[in-house]
């Protein structure tokens, strides 16, 4: 019985032809790029090469927020992911709360309801964050939002643009090497403890 695969078919991947070869009788053959594969498909596997952000005189992070001038812990240290997100998470109550007393009221209707919930929040995220630095939630948890680009206080446009974006959902999951989220990034902030 002749193999229905000819040996001498150049476009034939080598692992066929040795089983065409070893089929018709032949030696079997080496595969023609062992190695050179597996350092191809590691090269692009593993992902793009880490890039340091920040100005190229400086050295890399030994923690989150050297980069910005913040110390490593105490008081206007980086916040860390999770009391951000549970002060987020009480901002959420906070805000599910006004817009469920406003149901009773009659301003909000249920099929309104979390629309009015994500309105209170956004508005009551933005005003707070202007007037004193916090939402309700980050005063809970001992958290501030400061400007890290020298100015006084965090502007009514940038809360506004801050909150936009955590509304969005994805831009605070894309982090920089200091733990900030895109939002702040944007707006040239930080979550930092009080």
């Known amino acids: 019985m002749e193999p229905m695969l000819r040996v001498s078919q150049p476009h034939v991947a080598p692992t066929l032809r040795n089983r065409a070869r070893k089929a018709a009788g032949g030696t079997r053959l080496r595969p023609a790029y062992p190695g050179r594969m597996a350092r ?3 090269s692009w596997l ?4 880490p890039s340091e952000s920040g100005s190229a005189d400086q050295g890399p992070n030994d923690y989150p927020g ?3 001038g913040l110390p490593q812990t105490g008081p206007r240290s980086l916040a860390r992911t999770g009391r951000r997100i549970a002060a987020l998470f009480v901002d959420w109550l906070v805000a599910y709360g006004l817009a469920a007393l406003a149901m009773t009221v009659g301003l909000v209707t249920t099929a309104t309801l979390s629309t009015a919930v994500l309105v209170i929040w956004f508005v009551l ?3 707070s964050v202007r007037l004193f ?3 309700p939630g980050q005063y809970a948890l001992g958290l501030i939002v ?3 680009d020298g100015r006084l206080h965090v502007g009514f446009g940038r809360a506004l643009v801050r909150g936009l974006l955590i509304a969005l959902v994805v831009p605070p999951l894309i982090t920089d090497t200091d733990m900030r989220g895109l939002q702040d990034r944007v707006t040239s902030t930080a979550a930092v403890r009080r």
């Open 46 to 49: 593993s992902g793009p090469e």
């Open 125 to 127: 995220g933005a005003v």
């Open 146 to 148: 400061v400007p890290v």
């Open 40 to 42: 191809t498909m590691g």
């Open 133 to 135: 630095g916090f939402t």
């Open 66 to 68: 050297q980069r910005l």
